[in-house]
């Protein structure tokens, strides 16, 4: 622990990020700005459009006459000189990086283009033809679990589900009896994501002649992935030397899935003899990046009258995607540690299930685990109150841990170091915001207006026990492949002739002010100046100090690098004071750091000047104390033994530090719009001791703009062909100022006795807490229990709904049901022709090819019967679609059906149409109504843009019929290229 510090020390204090002018004003150093070769290859990916199909062919030949193409790299050429990748749970089939025989999700790489510029690999990405014998994919959870016939992996595997475990703790069967009241909630987390200002970069060269892989990229760790990304490689560890970039633009867990892309580049760059570059665009990072694992949960609670949890039965089932990449099934079982959360329950039970879908293998995302866990446990409380018609603040604090019981060891084994739960509701509960929420609650419900006001109170983990993902094993398979635990942070400090101290931690940045703290620490132990300590966050693991804990994520850096730095600062002190007491001629006991100085404590005239003592070892080792080392450096490994892997009653501390968060929110409703408007927010927090209190709101406000995105806009959609919907930001909704109001912030601090600063994390505790206080305050407000998030206008609509009948259109078409298809619209225009003549042009198919945008032929192959070719381009996608469309029920002069399909470049898709002349007000109008659906690489753009572009061009086309025009218009173009539709 931190003792008499001096009153003026850095640590605890408001210090401006030393990192934020370079930021700030466009001086840093991201991968994208990093320089390669000139004769480096650029890698381009050829992904898959399809979540579920064989390969049968892959025609790159045009591609590899493209000038500037340098070669063609499939799956089964990387194959040959690879690994499976490793995993967690053991498998039947083999994870590649690269698909080999089949396509297991949308956006999984096929093969990779290598060309002198991304523009040449760009280009030779539309000369690739692959065909595919498509198969009909699993999207969904309860779809994974409940099907016979359709699984993931159909050659090896006949089932969905990788892993089933059940564990038991106190005796919960006991309390889940008729004799006990019982409460139950169903929760399903969607899929969302980070989305860091900076994509994946990756730079890779291979050494021919040491054998060894360079890779530059702003992977993040965690480092227990080194082996993984090695063994695929078929290399030792030190046959791989991974360097990150200066800066990093964001990350948050993201990054680690950076994984596949530098196990391809390498291989790519072995057998190219060339360094090779990746930078990913926006576009792949949405589709084919990573994702925060989906969750169904189904919880119960048997509960007193009181509503005093006395047991908790948890079914969790993750969907991990295609395939269960390492570190998953990490998400699930990060949290069961501490199934309990922040309560006093005894007892528990547990399933556990991992199953697989058609989608983009998950991974870490801020609170990975936590935003899952706690929507279900925080929901299951809200509903407890609720069904016992209590105050949920009530029912909150009756089960809340209570400081005297502190160290606790909850049921599945965390050991919950510290804290004071009841002083911190009560500091939150005295807020001016908390006032101020109850009292708009009451004026909201007086003036007919939708308010709701929800609770969350949830355990933050920090510093991650490495071997916590273990308990997914059965303790007999870990017993044969050796027990797993604890965690290592790392942080080197030295100092100078002159005086500069410089540090380095095994810690990666991206954007959090890692070197702002270790510079504050350093100081506070020296008694310097900010200015005169160095950090450089750069890793390079042939180098650097570095365990498999090393890495960004986890709250790890506050309690164990800052930790570790504190450590290695405080052992150069204790050789520094030695060193100073020889020469003052006084014991190393009574010197004291302050100012710059250093001085006998007994008399403060016995002085060096601190940049004076540190020549000492430098200029002059001999004047030492006898057998004093000279060297002014230090590394510190730190760890905790606290830190042990799951026992054989799968007990599990699966952090070491445990921060406490309490959040009230209010929320009101735009019945008109459907609009829901956090009106005020109090968050409070136990995170030990700050170091920092400036840049720890900075965290807590970056998680609580992170947790309204997930509550209110940001989901992965996909559709039931397993086609990813969110593929643009018109699709992937992000939040902005107008949806983030700014949360007041409460602290208190109760230090933790296992980290050496008794500093806990921060970082994420929003991401678990705000969600579930949005929800319970949604829940409130419209006093319904099932709540999905995220919570966007149209789900909000359909809530206000639930008990209205629909009010159908009059002129709905009886014949047709549009609303089936995900693509559908109607219009009607003016006409300024007779309908004669508009019947003409209607069925003069020459003059119906100019009417279509984009069309390049067509022919009437049959008595209305019609094939052609149009060509488009939306955003980046481009290509070309044959289609045939059939024109039929014609009622001369009134009305008539068209049905079409279409397949090509871009992918296939259907649809149909009604054309009606109608008269009404002594004018005709031409209406139609139409559905359409479409899949394939079109897709990867995103639904809206998708709607958005059909909506364009079948409005033009049937304007230019009502107007008797072509389509061939300089206004139309422009209005497309705004949306990005070229024609």
Request: charged share 25%; glycine share 8%; net charge positive.
């Amino acid at each position: 622990m931190l003792e008499d510090q001096p009153i003026d020390c850095f640590i605890g204090n408001n210090i401006s990020r030393v990192e934020d002018d370079k930021l700030l004003n466009g001086k840093g150093q991201f991968g994208s700005d990093t320089p390669f070769k000139p004769d480096a290859l650029h890698a381009v990916v050829l992904r898959s459009e399809h979540a579920s199909g064989k390969i049968k062919r892959i025609d790159f030949s045009k591609a590899k006459k493209l000038k500037g193409v340098h070669s063609v790299i499939t799956g089964k050429d990387f194959s040959k000189i690879s690994n499976p990748l490793l995993s967690v749970i053991r498998t039947e089939f083999k994870t590649w990086c690269c698909a080999v025989d089949e396509v297991h999700y949308v956006g999984e790489p096929l093969a990779i283009i290598l060309a002198k510029s991304r523009y040449v690999g760009e280009d030779a990405l539309q000369l690739i033809d692959v065909e595919y014998s498509v198969n009909q994919p699993v999207v969904s959870i309860k779809e994974a679990i409940n099907t016979k016939t359709k699984f993931v992996h159909k050659k090896n595997f006949k089932s969905n589900v990788v892993s089933d475990r059940n564990f038991e703790y106190g005796n919960p069967n006991k309390f889940f009896t008729k004799s006990h009241k019982i409460v139950e909630v169903e929760i399903e987390y969607p899929r969302n994501s980070c989305t860091p200002l900076e994509g994946f970069v990756v730079h890779s060269e291979y050494d021919a002649a040491s054998g060894i892989y360079d890779v530059k990229s702003n992977f993040q760790g965690p480092f227990s992935l080194h082996s993984v990304l090695s063994r695929a490689l078929k290399v030792e560890e030190g046959k791989l030397r991974l360097i990150s970039f200066e800066d990093s633009g964001g990350s948050f867990g993201i990054k680690q899935a950076i994984m596949p892309m530098i196990i391809l580049t390498c291989l790519a760059s072995k057998l190219s003899n060339k360094q090779v570059i990746w930078v990913e665009d926006r576009l792949e990072h949405l589709t084919a990046a990573s994702s925060a694992t989906g969750r169904l949960t189904k919880l119960r609670a048997s509960i007193n009258e009181k509503g005093l949890i006395e047991a908790l039965d948890y079914d969790q089932i993750d969907d991990v995607g295609a395939y269960p990449r390492a570190p998953e099934p990490a998400s699930l079982y990060r949290m069961h540690g501490n199934l309990s959360g922040a309560y006093k329950v005894k007892n528990i039970s547990c399933r556990n299930r991992v199953v697989l879908t058609n989608k983009t293998p998950s991974g870490l995302n801020r609170g990975f685990g936590g935003p899952q866990h706690y929507f279900a446990l925080e929901r299951l409380v809200h509903q407890i109150a609720v069904e016992l018609n209590l105050n949920v603040l009530d029912v909150i604090k009756v089960n809340l841990l209570e400081k005297k019981q502190f160290p606790y060891k909850s049921p599945s084994g965390a050991l919950l170091d510290s804290g004071d739960f009841q002083k911190l509701i009560r500091k939150v509960v005295k807020s001016s915001t908390y006032k101020n929420i109850l009292k708009k609650k009451n004026n909201a419900i007086k003036n007919g207006k939708i308010y709701g006001i929800g609770y969350s109170a949830i355990i933050e983990p920090s510093i991650s026990n490495m071997g916590y993902v273990t308990t997914a094993l059965p303790y007999k398979d870990r017993e044969k492949t050796g027990h797993k635990g604890g965690a290592l942070a790392s942080t080197s400090v030295s100092i100078g002739p002159t005086g500069s101290v410089y540090v380095t931690c095994d810690s990666l940045p991206q954007g959090q002010g890692h070197k702002t703290i270790l510079s504050q620490i350093v100081a506070d132990v020296f008694g310097i100046k900010i200015n005169d300590v160095f950090v450089n966050t750069t890793h390079d693991t042939h180098k650097d100090a570095w365990s498999i804990a090393a890495g960004n994520y986890s709250s790890r850096f506050a309690g164990a690098v800052a930790g570790s730095a504190f450590n290695a600062a405080n052992n150069l002190k204790k050789k520094l004071q030695k060193i100073a007491a020889s020469q003052l001629n006084c014991k190393s006991e009574n010197i004291l750091f302050d100012k710059e100085k250093v001085y006998d404590k007994k008399n403060s005239d016995n002085y060096f000047n601190f940049k004076r003592l540190v020549g000492i070892p430098h200029w002059s080792p001999g004047n030492l104390p006898e057998k004093l080392n000279p060297s002014l450096k230090e590394t510190v490994f730190w760890g905790n033994e606290k830190l042990r892997p799951p026992n054989e009653k799968d007990e599990i501390n699966g952090s070491l530090a445990y921060g406490f968060v309490f959040d009230v929110c209010g929320i009101e409703i735009d019945p008109i719009t459907s609009k829901i408007r956090i009106d005020e927010y109090v968050t409070g927090h136990d995170a030990g001791k700050i170091i920092n209190p400036l840049l720890a709101n900075g965290q807590i406000y970056g998680a609580y703009a992170h947790a309204v995105g997930a509550s209110l806009l940001e989901e992965f959609k996909y559709n039931d062909n397993g086609s990813f919907l969110s593929g643009s930001f018109q699709d992937y909704h992000l939040p902005s100022t107008y949806e983030v109001n700014e949360p007041e912030i409460i602290h208190i601090e109760t230090p933790s006795p296992f980290t050496p600063l008794g500093s806990k994390g921060v970082g994420e505790g929003n991401c678990m807490s705000t969600p579930v206080a949005i929800a319970n305050a949604f829940s409130d407000a419209l006093k319904i229990k099932n709540v999905k998030l995220p919570l966007t206008n149209t789900k909000v609509h359909q809530y206000l709904n639930l008990n209205k009948n629909e009010i159908k259109p009059k002129h709905i078409n009886k014949h047709i049901n549009f609303k089936s298809y995900p693509i559908n619209g109607s219009g009607e225009f003016e006409l300024n022709i007779n309908q004669n003549k508009l019947w003409g042009t209607i069925f003069d198919f020459k003059n119906l090819k100019t009417i279509i945008p984009g069309c390049k032929s067509l022919k009437e192959t049959t008595k209305n019967n019609l094939n052609g070719i149009i060509e488009l381009s939306i955003g980046p996608v481009k290509g070309e679609y044959s289609f045939n469309v059939s024109i039929k029920k014609i009622k001369q002069n009134k009305s008539f059906e068209i049905a079409g399909n279409g397949q090509g470049e871009l992918g296939n898709g259907n649809g149909v149409a009604k054309i009606e002349i109608i008269n009404k007000n002594k004018k005709s109008f031409l209406a139609y109504s139409y559905g359409a659906k479409v899949d394939g690489k079109i897709m990867i753009v995103g639904n809206r843009l998708i709607n958005s572009s059909v909506k364009l061009l079948v409005n033009q086309i049937f304007q230019s019929f009502a107007l008797n025009k072509s389509s061939n218009q300089t206004f139309l173009k422009k209005l497309f290229r705004v949306f990005g539709i070229k024609i």
